[in-house]
């Protein structure tokens, strides 16, 4: 799987690099290209795998691969501004606001949105019907009723009379960070008008125990390994997995819906042993 990730995440980098690099110079594109510099790429590499599996080749994938890392960017950068969830360190470097400024960061999330939609109707990516399909499902995915949804949860979870309960934090996650990888994970089936369930049905397991991780990373992680800001769950006594579960429990519920989302890829057979893996690197990952 390494080789493979280390694959993608080059070819992402670089569709990505010609995608920003074509926008006019200055302010605004320097922010977008640092804003989508690094990371651990998974979305993108659900994208490259969910296509392999359905016989799409990278060349048709790797836009749908690009446009939902440059939408994660987007998100990123949205939700680091001091009117969310405050952040001044990302991947180990300054947020984007802190970089430039609070107007430069909104702007640059609100361009990489667009282009992530621009890049989604690249004719290299298929027919006029694949492409729609496409379309449609990353809209429903990062929009009101996904991504964003999630995180109006998050923010108004942050002055609730109580702490959230593990269904209400099971529905928020489910937004906010599991419908953008459930989006990346179907990619190739709708890419070839084929059955999205088995994949979907993964990719909700793997988005939970995802944040799981993430949520104990917040407890147990390194800002040096990390790249962003430890503890602030804590600081802040917001409800979270950790929190309900305990450690033990949270690292348990994470290795469960690792196997459900093992079970979920049994269609594929042997085919899906990257994603089998990927699955076991979203819980034991250090970053």
Not at 165 to 171: C, F, N, S
Request: proline residues 4%; charged residues 20%.
């Amino acid at each position: 799987m390494q080789d493979r990730l280390e694959a993608v995440k080059a070819q992402v980098q670089a569709a990505l690099d010609r995608a920003i690099g074509a926008l006019p110079a200055g302010e605004l594109r320097d922010a977008m290209a640092y804003a989508c510099a690094g990371g651990k790429r998974i979305r993108a590499f659900l994208v490259m795998e969910s296509a392999r599996l359905h016989g799409v080749p990278d060349d048709a994938a790797l836009p749908v691969a690009a446009a939902v890392e440059a939408l994660h960017a987007y998100s990123l950068v949205h939700d680091d501004l001091p009117a969310m969830d405050d952040d001044d360190l990302r991947r180990g470097q300054p947020t984007v606001h802190v970089k430039w400024s609070e107007a430069t960061a909104i702007l640059a999330g609100d361009a990489l949105q667009s282009l992530a939609f621009g890049l989604l109707a690249d004719p290299a990516v298929g027919d006029p019907a694949a492409r729609v399909r496409l379309v449609a499902a990353f809209a429903q995915a990062v929009g009101g009723a996904g991504m964003v949804w999630g995180q109006a949860l998050d923010i108004a979870a942050e002055t609730a009379a109580a702490p959230l309960t593990l269904d209400q934090i099971t529905q928020l996650q489910g937004g906010k960070t599991g419908a953008l990888i459930r989006f990346a994970a179907i990619a190739g089936p709708l890419i070839a008008d084929a059955d999205t369930a088995p994949l979907a049905a993964y990719a909700d397991a793997l988005g939970l125990a995802f944040q799981i991780a993430d949520d104990i990373l917040d407890v147990t992680g390194n800002e040096d390994v990390t790249g962003k800001r430890v503890g602030k769950d804590v600081a802040a006594g917001k409800a979270t997995f950790v929190s309900l579960l305990g450690l033990d429990g949270a690292r348990a519920e994470a290795a469960r819906l690792v196997d459900a989302g093992d079970a979920a890829l049994a269609p594929y057979g042997e085919d899906a042993g990257n994603l089998r893996q990927l699955a076991r690197f979203v819980i034991e990952r250090d970053t």
